[in-house]
Each structure stands twice: as structure tokens, then as C-alpha cells.
């Protein structure tokens, strides 16, 4: 079972950007699918987006369509979020997750109750 670490969260400024990583122990990274969450205060874990083992998959949320990218690096045990054009309600701690995943990729992943694995998160504020 890996571990998930995230990092690069900050404070920027509307417009700005900002790329988080999340790195995994383990040696099977690889066969696990991946997904970003958030958390805004007061408010339900949301999905952001996810990734398949390959990444030859990916979905976003609406919310952060043609903004955010997902991507991973299964060489370095690492995903990626990487965030443009950020608003002040993008405010909120993001989670990465896992989930191996196997009976395939579907509907669930938007699911955060589907995902085995969580990572501490990491703040990300951005300012008017």
C-alpha cells in the first residue's frame, strides 16, 4: 500500500498559479488510480480531478476545467496538479488519493468515498 505526501501549496494572488505534487511510497504507484480533492471551510470534500495508472486518462470537475491539469510521473511516484488562472474560490486544502482500482476506470472516481488512500493535504489560498 503506498503512502501519499503532498506539497506545494501556498499563498497567490487571482490569475496566479500554483503546482502541487503528491508523491507515493511503494513500489506499485503505477497501478493505482489517482485523484485531487478539496476541501473548502464549512463546505464537503469536493473532486478536482483524476487520472488513470497510465495516464492516459483524465477528467476534471467543472469547476476547474480548462484550468487545471492533471498529470503523473509513475518513473518518480508522483502526480501533479498543476493550476492556472486560479480564483479566489479555488481557496481550500487539496488532497491527493488513491484507489488501485480493480474493477476499472468509471463513474466512481469522482466518488471520494471510493479512494483507499489519502494523503495529509495541503493548503492552497488565493487572494482577491
Known amino acids: 500500500q503506498v503512502q501519499l505526501v503532498e506539497s506545494g501549496g501556498g499563498l497567490v494572488q487571482a490569475g496566479g498559479s500554483l503546482r502541487l505534487s503528491c508523491a507515493a511510497s511503494?513500489?506499485?504507484?503505477?497501478?493505482?488510480?489517482m485523484g485531487w480533492f478539496r476541501q473548502a471551510p464549512g463546505k464537503e470534500r469536493e473532486f478536482g480531478a483524476a487520472?488513470?495508472?497510465?495516464?492516459?486518462?483524465?477528467y476534471y470537475a467543472d469547476s476547474v476545467k480548462g484550468r487545471f491539469t492533471i498529470s503523473r510521473d509513475n518513473a518518480k511516484n508522483t502526480v501533479y496538479l498543476q493550476m492556472n488562472s486560479l480564483k479566489p474560490e479555488d481557496t481550500a486544502v487539496y488532497y491527493c488519493?488513491?484507489?488501485?482500482?480493480?474493477?476499472?476506470?468509471?463513474?466512481?472516481?469522482?466518488?471520494?468515498?471510493?479512494?483507499?488512500?489519502w494523503g495529509q493535504g495541503t493548503q492552497v489560498t488565493v487572494s482577491s
Open positions: 511503494g513500489r506499485t504507484f503505477s497501478s493505482y488510480v
Open positions: 488519493a488513491a484507489n488501485p482500482a480493480p474493477g476499472g476506470w468509471g463513474t466512481w472516481i469522482v466518488d471520494a468515498e471510493k479512494y483507499d488512500i
Open positions: 487520472i488513470s495508472w497510465s495516464g492516459g486518462k483524465q
